[in-house]
C-alpha cells in the first residue's frame, strides 16, 4: 500500500514536470529570456515577461525642416530692445524673493530698457551741432584793430592778407573734376549707410587729400526745422568729417567743418559713433549735392573718451561707414 501510493506521488511529479515543460518550451520560466523573476507580498516567487522599450525615431527626420533665416528667428536688435530683450514664445523674465513670513515667492516682470529721454528723465536736445560754417557770397564785416595791434603781425608771422573769403579758396579746388557716377541718392524716412574707403574716389581739396562720397540731395520744398544727422561709426579709429553742399552745376554753397560732434559709446547690439546734426537748407539757392570728406588737420588728433576702465583714445581715420538720416529739430 505504501509503495503503491509512492509511485502516485512520482507519477504526479513527473507529469507535472513535463506539462510544466510544454507549457514553458522544455525549461523553466526563470532560465528563459525575455522573462524576469520577482517576489509578491505573500512571498511567491512570480515570472514576467520583459516587455521592451519602443525604438526612439532619430532626431533628424524626412519631416525636418531647417530653421531660416527670419525676422522671428533673429530680430532686429532695436526691436528686440524695446521688448525687454525677451523673444516671442521665451518665458518672461522673472525674479524671486520672501515676504514677511518668510515664504519664497516668484515674481514675473518687463525689463524696462528705455534711454533716460524716453522715460522723460531728461528732455532730448537736438540742435545743430557747434561747427565752423562758411556760405557763399558771405562777407565778413571789418572789425576795428584793438589797441596796440602791431601792423605788420601778418607779414612777420608770413600770413598773406588775400581779401578773399574761405570759401572761395576752397572752390579754387573744388568742385567741377568730381566723379559723379559713384553717388548715392538720399533715402527718406530711414537710416542709411554710406563709406568711405580705399576704393573710394579721391580728390586733392584745399585741405589735403581725401577720399569723398557724393550724395543726391532729394529736391523738395523743405519747411525749415529739419536737419540731417550724420553719424560716423567707429571700427578701429572713427572717420571725423568735413561737408561740403554744391549745387547743381556742383558749385559750393555751403561748408560745414570744425564740427564739435558727441561720441556715443558702444553697447552690446551697435558699435560706437559720433553723431553730428547739420540745418537742412530752405534757401532759394538749392542744395543738389552732399559731398563728405576728411581734411588733412582731423586726421591728426583723435577722440577721446573716458570709459569704466580709463581714458579710451579712438584714432582718426580716412575710412568707415557712415549713418545718415533727416530728423526733426527740437
Request: with cysteine; aromatic share 8%.
Amino acid at each position: 500500500m505504501t509503495t503503491r501510493k509512492l509511485l502516485t506521488v512520482v507519477a504526479c511529479m513527473v507529469l507535472g514536470t513535463a506539462l510544466s515543460g510544454c507549457q514553458i518550451g522544455g525549461s523553466t520560466v526563470s532560465d528563459k529570456e525575455g522573462y524576469f523573476s520577482w517576489v509578491d507580498e505573500q512571498g511567491r516567487v512570480r515570472y514576467s515577461p520583459i516587455v521592451e522599450a519602443p525604438a526612439q525615431e532619430s532626431p533628424v527626420s524626412e519631416n525636418t525642416v531647417e530653421e531660416e533665416f527670419t525676422t522671428a528667428n533673429y530680430p532686429d536688435a532695436e526691436e528686440l530692445r524695446r521688448k525687454g530683450y525677451v523673444r516671442d514664445g521665451d518665458e518672461q523674465p522673472y525674479f524671486t524673493w520672501r515676504d514677511a513670513d518668510g515664504t519664497l515667492r516668484t515674481t514675473y516682470y518687463q525689463p524696462d530698457t528705455r534711454t533716460d529721454e524716453e522715460k522723460g528723465a531728461t528732455v532730448p536736445a537736438v540742435g545743430a551741432t557747434p561747427a565752423t560754417v562758411y556760405l557763399a557770397g558771405a562777407v565778413l564785416a571789418e572789425s576795428a584793430p584793438v589797441p596796440g595791434h602791431d601792423p605788420d603781425a601778418f607779414a612777420i608771422l608770413g600770413i598773406k592778407e588775400t581779401g578773399v573769403d574761405y570759401l572761395t579758396r576752397f572752390s579754387e579746388t573744388c568742385c567741377n573734376t568730381l566723379n559723379t557716377e559713384a553717388h548715392e541718392r538720399w533715402q527718406e524716412g530711414r537710416e542709411f549707410g554710406v563709406r568711405l574707403e580705399e576704393s573710394s574716389p579721391e580728390h586733392r581739396f584745399l585741405t589735403g587729400v581725401s577720399p569723398y562720397q557724393l550724395i543726391a540731395l532729394p529736391q523738395t520744398d523743405r519747411i525749415g526745422g529739419e536737419m540731417y544727422r550724420v553719424r560716423s561709426y567707429a571700427n578701429k579709429g572713427v572717420v571725423v568729417l568735413s561737408v561740403l553742399f554744391l549745387d547743381s552745376e556742383l558749385k559750393p554753397l555751403r561748408l560745414v567743418t570744425d564740427m564739435v560732434s558727441d561720441f556715443e559709446p558702444e553697447n552690446w547690439h551697435r558699435r560706437g559713433y559720433l553723431e553730428t546734426h547739420i540745418p537742412v537748407s530752405n534757401t532759394r539757392k538749392k542744395e543738389h549735392w552732399m559731398l563728405l570728406f576728411t581734411r588733412d588737420v582731423d586726421l591728426q588728433g583723435q577722440t577721446v573718451i573716458e570709459t569704466r576702465h580709463g581714458l579710451l583714445r579712438i584714432p582718426h581715420v580716412t575710412s568707415g561707414e557712415i549713418g545718415l538720416t533727416t530728423v526733426d529739430a527740437p
